[in-house]
């Protein structure tokens, strides 16, 4: 089966411009997923999609970065303005299960980007 | 707030050796799932463990669930440069529903 497929797979910006990182996850997979994965760490959960409602986004900056899941398919997430601490990888994922526990999750190649 | 701790933060093994990483969280977790990293890849799953106690063996691989449901470990039986990468836990707080993953143990093999 097609993996997790993310583009671009790697952007280079300055500070306060717009960014926008899309995600199509594996077929059939209800539950999609965006990390942040700073060097040296590990990945940090922004928000959860169930289909294409939102089950967690408590970790997300809400004053720049936004998301959505349109169709309960494809995402995007959207940094605007960018700041220095976002340069990171952005991972997404993909689960077939979802509920109080939290299925494999498959994840995508991930968008590295630099904020200059 | 939540806390998932991994030590070691990195571990250096001759190849033969055997290596142990050991998850820690502050609060009761549903599930644990780990994930391995290769330098410049992505995290790619390995289990998942759900029943307080439960050990799972994958070839060389062994995993634990602590009875609390609040440790686990990874255990690799003789090394090899394969292995080499960054292991991560990752669980879900039973009281928030919320993920979160470790900082990872970086291995590394000396041959």
């Known amino acids: 089966e097609a993996g997790v497929a993310q583009s671009p797979r790697y952007k280079i910006i300055e500070k306060r411009q717009s960014v926008a990182f899309w995600c199509n996850p594996i077929?059939?997979?209800?539950?999609l997923y965006w990390y942040q994965q700073i060097l040296g760490q590990g990945p940090k959960l922004l928000i959860q999609?169930?289909?294409?409602?939102?089950?967690?986004d408590s970790q997300l900056p809400k004053d720049r970065f936004s998301a959505e899941r349109l169709k309960g398919v494809d995402s995007t997430l959207k940094i605007q303005p960018a700041k220095l601490e976002d340069s990171a990888v952005y991972l997404c994922?993909?689960?077939?299960?979802?509920?109080?526990?939290?299925?494999?999750?498959?994840f995508g190649p991930g968008t590295r980007l630099t904020v200059t | 707030g939540q806390q998932v701790m991994q030590i070691p933060q990195y571990q250096h093994v001759q190849e033969g050796e055997d290596f142990t990483t050991y998850c820690n969280s502050s609060?009761?977790?549903?599930?644990i799932q780990w994930y391995k990293q290769r330098p410049g890849g992505h995290p790619v799953f390995l289990i998942q463990?759900?029943?307080?106690?439960e050990v799972k063996k994958q070839k060389r691989l062994t995993f634990q669930f602590g009875e609390a449901k609040k440790n686990s470990s990874l255990h690799i039986t003789a090394t090899q440069t394969t292995d080499v990468g960054t292991y991560f836990c990752?669980?879900?707080?039973?009281?928030?529903?919320?993920?979160?993953f470790g900082k990872g143990t970086r291995l590394h093999i000396l041959p």
């Open positions: 994922a993909s689960s077939f299960l979802a509920g109080t526990t939290f299925g494999e999750q498959y």
């Open positions: 077929s059939g997979h209800a539950t």
């Open positions: 999609f169930q289909n294409n409602g939102v089950v967690d």
């Open positions: 609060t009761t977790l549903s599930n």
């Open positions: 463990l759900v029943k307080s106690g």
């Open positions: 990752a669980g879900k707080d039973v009281s928030n529903y919320k993920i979160i």
